[in-house]
Structures are given as structure tokens and as C-alpha cells.
């Protein structure tokens, strides 16, 4: 179908697909010097994965969903069940080590996503391992 790798990149490029990277693992630092809004200048900041908080039951479209699901009649909104993607986006949540301000970055997708760990693979061990 394609002749290389270039003229790959070229339509998909020119159809708008990305290449996926999703078998690849991302290792992220646990502190990064980046710009702070509120200090207008680059700070040192934390970083964290951003995971959604537990859903509210006083929240206006819970109370509509429950309101119409009570009673007989089974089940009124449709439930979806044709899930096409294995990953999600990881984003990250920044803190201002100085004014404490935060703010999210979404990064690629990605099956394995590590912060601030060391990989086990290329290490060394210094005091023998397997053969001595």
C-alpha cells in the first residue's frame, strides 16, 4: 500500500492522524521549573496526575438523570457501549512550590505512565547481581 515510512507520515499527516504511541512508557519528573502565571515568572512546580473527584449527587444533571429514572419504565437514557479507545489522555496537575496556583496540561496517550521513577531495565547493580 505505501512504498515507506515517509509517504506513511505524508498522508497521514494530510488525512490528520498522529502515529501511535501508545505501546511506547512515559516517565514524567516529580518537580518541573516551568512558568507560573500568577508569579509571572519560572518556578519550580509539582507535578501530579490529575484524577477526577467523586462525582456529586446534588449536581444538576444527577438529580435530572434520577429524577426520570425513578418509577417503572426501565432504563431512559441511552447507555454507551461501542468504546473504541484503549487509552485515555494523561494530564498533569502543576503546583507552584511559591504561590501554590495550579494548572492542568494534557499530554499524549499512553498504557504506561510513571512520575519520577527510575527504570528497572538499564540500571546496574553495583553489588553483584546474577553472576558474579
Not at 105 to 121: C, M
Not at 123 to 132: A, D, T, V
Request: charged fraction near 35%; include cysteine.
Amino acid at each position: 500500500l505505501f512504498r515507506s515510512l515517509k509517504t506513511w507520515l505524508e498522508v497521514s499527516q494530510a488525512v490528520g492522524l498522529k502515529l501511535c504511541l501508545a505501546g511506547t512508557m512515559v516517565n514524567i519528573p516529580k518537580t518541573r521549573n516551568t512558568y507560573c502565571r500568577k508569579c509571572k515568572k519560572h518556578t519550580p512546580h509539582k507535578v501530579s496526575q490529575y484524577k477526577t473527584g467523586k462525582a456529586s449527587l446534588s449536581a444538576q444533571g444527577k438529580r435530572r438523570y434520577d429524577k426520570k429514572q425513578a418509577g417503572f419504565g426501565g432504563q431512559t437514557k441511552p447507555v454507551f457501549h461501542k468504546k473504541a479507545k484503549t487509552t485515555k489522555k494523561i494530564v498533569l496537575k502543576f503546583e507552584c512550590s511559591k504561590c501554590k496556583a495550579k494548572r492542568m496540561k494534557p499530554i499524549k496517550r499512553t498504557k504506561h505512565f510513571e512520575l519520577g521513577t527510575d527504570s528497572k531495565k538499564g540500571s546496574k547493580n553495583e553489588y553483584g547481581g546474577k553472576y558474579r
